[in-house]
T-cell receptor
Framework: GENVEQHPSTLSVQEGDSAVIKCTYS??????FPWYKQELGKRPQLIID?????GEKKDQRIAVTLNKTAKHFSLHITETQPEDSAVYFC?????????????FGKGTKLSVIP | ETGVTQSPTHLIKTRGQQVTLRCSSQ?????VSWYQQALGQGPQFIFQ???????GRGNFPPRFSGLQFPNYSSELNVNALELDDSALYLC????????????FGQGTRLTVV
């Protein structure tokens, strides 16, 4: 199956600074890498994803980079704001017996200090 | 909002009881996956349903079972509840494809006492 490692587990930044969260995966067949944001007591929300045919994708203040050779991908948040405080999960797909399941990292709790 | 809804939102059960959780998928999606999220952890894959059949299973015992209906909605059933089953149960709606976006419902918080 797929194994996803996520670091760091907690991250505190000052408002306006950048935050970077890194993930590694094990299955070289994986070709889709989503990032989810989960606020306390709420559902995980897809915030950005990247497919293996590109190395970087940006959406306003967030960006994701992918290095398929090294099997790692990262989430970058610039100009952080207090509302960015949440737990962020990376995920990678695993295809087994016809199913397409997501394997999640353990999460990074981001705190943005005003 | 994703269009994926789960019920109930909260549930308290006694050890040994049985529980059924429900999920309605997003319009146009044919696949429902169920995940268990323990406190402070990432979601863990339980199983997936596609065209009313189980289409893959994670490392969960047979007392976790499910159904998918013709309208693609789904149920998760857990028998003989254990204290460790206390968690947030999430369903995710998608198409059946490795690169398909998965959208989560708001979850059911199950507490086993």
């Amino acid at each position: 199956g797929e194994n996803v490692e996520q670091h760091p587990s907690t991250l505190s930044v000052q408002e306006g600074d950048s935050a970077v969260i890194k993930c590694t995966y094990s299955d070289s067949a994986s070709n889709y890498f989503p990032w989810y944001k989960q606020e306390l007591g709420k559902r995980p929300q897809l915030i950005i994803d990247i497919r293996s045919n590109v190395g970087e994708k940006k959406d306003q203040r967030i960006a994701v980079t992918l290095n398929k050779t090294a099997k790692h991908f990262s989430l970058h948040i610039t100009e952080t704001q207090p509302e960015d405080s949440a737990v962020y999960f990376c995920a990678a797909p695993y295809s087994g017996a016809g199913s397409y399941q997501l394997t999640f990292g353990k999460g990074t709790k981001l705190s943005v200090i005003p | 909002e994703t269009g994926v809804t789960q019920s109930p939102t909260h549930l308290i059960k006694t050890r040994g009881q049985q529980v059924t959780l429900r999920c309605s998928s997003q319009s146009g999606h044919n696949t429902v996956s169920w995940y268990q999220q323990a406190l402070g952890q990432g979601p863990q894959f339980i199983f997936q349903y596609y065209r009313e059949e189980e289409n893959g299973r994670g490392n969960f015992p047979p007392r976790f079972s499910g159904l998918q209906f013709p309208n693609y909605s789904s149920e998760l059933n857990v028998n003989a509840l254990e204290l460790d089953d206390s968690a947030l149960y999430l369903c995710a709606s998608s198409l059946l494809s490795m690169g398909a976006e998965a959208f989560f419902g708001q979850g059911t918080r199950l507490t086993v006492v």
